[in-house]
């Protein structure tokens, strides 16, 4: 099956930290087509490089490599860094029935555990609990897309009540990718991520996508 892109863009003009960019507003049809760029808050750059049937392959600028599911809830199933570089792990559910959660399935709340091995052979086993919290709304430059919000919480694996971490996820279906993740740790600073740009590949140039992350600082 042919996959659907991103379709017409329009240009609309910012100025923003006394630069003037033309900013796109895709018109989102379905898939993201490979080669496409996303620009995010804290100034990280991914373009997406390899589709699975179940799974998206991003590249970093820094050339690290993030491999997401299907499932936007779940977290990254592995991290690479570059070749000439140490660490990096991956993970897999061991345990859980993750894909019954709404809309996927007919469940408000699953339980699962993560196994998460890092490059160097060393292991851990993660216990998550995820709930659908309904739809919303998120801006992505000039347009109002509809979201998914999920809630996910990390119990420590000793206790099973102790929270390690609090993740809460805002994904817009289509065009399919995460617009929005609140990360809370305990002891530490809530992190919040946006999605600033979505870019076609036929968009993403260096200059373009430099202009864009200058912008954001």
């Known amino acids: 099956m042919a996959k659907k892109g991103i379709g017409s863009v329009k240009l609309s003009t910012v100025i923003l930290a006394g630069v003037a960019l033309s900013t796109a507003a895709p018109l989102y049809a379905g898939e993201l087509p490979l080669g496409a ?7 990280q750059v991914r373009k997406l490089v390899q589709q699975g049937p179940d799974w998206t392959l991003w590249e970093s600028a820094r050339k690290r490599l993030y491999k997401e599911s299907y499932l936007p809830y779940l977290p990254t199933l592995e991290y690479r860094r570059f070749p000439a570089e140490s660490g990096g792990y991956t993970q897999r559910v061991v345990a859980g029935d993750v894909a019954q ?13 993560v196994d998460r091995r890092k490059s160097d052979g ?17 801006s992505l430059m000039d347009r109002s897309l509809g979201v998914q919000l999920y809630r996910c919480t990390r119990f420590a694996a000793t206790s099973g009540s102790e929270i390690k971490e609090l993740r809460e996820i805002s994904y817009a279906p289509d065009p399919g990718i995460q617009v929005k993740e609140t990360v809370s740790r305990p002891g530490r600073e809530s992190e919040v991520t946006r999605l600033e740009y979505l870019l076609s590949p036929q968009e993403a140039s260096y200059e373009r996508i430099a202009d864009l992350v200058k912008a954001l600082r």
């Not at 959660?101 to 555990?113: C, N, Q, Y």
């Not at 851990?124 to 309904?134: A, I, T």
């Open 101 to 113: 959660l709404v809309p996927f399935g007919d469940r408000r709340s699953v339980d699962f555990t």
């Open 37 to 43: 760029v996303a620009i995010y808050s804290n100034g």
């Open 122 to 138: 060393t292991s851990d086993q993660r216990q998550w609990r995820c709930s659908y919290e309904g739809t919303g709304r998120e």
